[in-house]
Each structure stands twice: as structure tokens, then as C-alpha cells.
């Protein structure tokens, strides 16, 4: 078994535009206002955006190791 932390989670260095993000879906949903898809696009957009080529990048070197026969899958995130 394999496990890929997040980007930005865990040890894993901190984005500035994503904590931003993240205290504004905090503060809308603290005020019981809607969460607007702005807020969530800077959010969710960079981290799909920074996690899949991390995501194959393992899955392929997992694939190529002799002991490791596939199929393989990932979930999460």
C-alpha cells in the first residue's frame, strides 16, 4: 500500500492562495451566507490541479516495480 498525502496537508509546505481560500469558505460559512463557486474554484481548482500529476507520477512508478502487478488504483482526495 501506497499513500500520497494531499498537497498542502500534513508536512507538506503551505499555499498562501489556498489558506486565503480556505478562511474565506470559513468566514461565508460562519455568517450562514451560501458558499459562492468563486471560493470554492480557488480552493479545489490549484489542489485537482498540483494532485493528479503527483497522483500518476506514483501510480506509474508503483506499476513499474516487479512486485507490484497491477491493476492499481487510487481514492480520496
Given amino acids: 500500500m ?3 498525502e494531499l498537497p498542502w496537508s500534513g508536512g507538506r509546505p503551505r499555499a498562501t ?3 486565503r481560500a480556505v ?3 470559513h468566514r461565508a460559512l460562519a ?3 451560501p458558499v459562492d463557486d468563486e471560493i470554492v474554484d480557488r480552493l ?3 489542489l485537482v490541479d498540483k494532485a493528479v500529476p503527483e497522483w500518476r507520477a506514483t501510480l506509474d512508478a508503483l506499476l513499474a ?3 507490484i502487478g497491477g491493476p ?3 481514492s480520496g482526495g
Fill in 44 to 46: 479545489i481548482l490549484p
Fill in 65 to 67: 516495480l516487479p512486485e
Fill in 2 to 4: 501506497a499513500t500520497i
Fill in 17 to 19: 492562495a489556498a489558506d
Fill in 31 to 33: 455568517a450562514g451566507g
Fill in 72 to 74: 492499481v488504483g487510487y
Fill in 23 to 25: 478562511a474565506d469558505l
